[in-house]
């Protein structure tokens, strides 16, 4: 997880700056450690999952420490392959409302995965299903609603696609799925689907569209 949050940091700095990407983490880091220590002793989000100790070291000593940068790869890859996936429409109006959905939602599919693969791996607690996803999906609405400054770059530099971080989800989104299919989740089949279902047509769409706008001069509108 440690290397995946650099990773999908690094798929953004074609476009961020560095100082944008160090707020971004810290951001991320600090809101999400706060969001699960409140879960461990309180239920709330998630429910009650006490983390077995199959990793010694704890944050505040209750949370094991690579899930904060779980969240990192998580929120910082979702988001990414979001702009990328409503990028043909990026120039309508509550386009960023667009994205916040989009990524939340995209952060929860992953992270419905990722507590099979902590099952698989004995350091997440036995996982369900509807409870923690809601609390992900709150969850990583209050996050990317939090980091969304960092994600504003004042530089007078035209944003180029985001497919690297829709190829990284994607490929996360497989990983998870097989480890669900391993401890035999039925939700293994909802994202793997999901992760095709979503991958194919992002990837073909903006050519489709620009390529519809292209011979329809009366539906063009300027992308700002």
Known sequence: MVLGAFVALACLGDRLPLQNLVGLALTILLTSMGIELVGVRSGFPFGHHPFPQALAYRLAGEIPWPLPFAWVCLVATSRGAAQEILRPWRGHPGHGFRVLGCAAVLVTVLAS????????????????????????????????????????????????????????????????ATASARVGRRPALVIALAAVALFIPTVLCPALWSRFRGNHPHSQTVDR
Do not use: N
């Open 113 to 176: 995965g990722l507590q099979s693969f902590g099952t698989v791996s004995r350091a997440y607690p036995e996982p369900g299903l509807v409870v923690p996803c809601a609390g992900w999906l709150l969850s990583s609405l209050a996050v990317l609603a939090l980091a969304f400054p960092w994600w504003i770059d004042k530089r007078p530099v035209t944003p180029g696609p985001e497919r690297l971080s829709l190829a990284m989800w994607f490929l996360l989104g497989v990983l998870f």
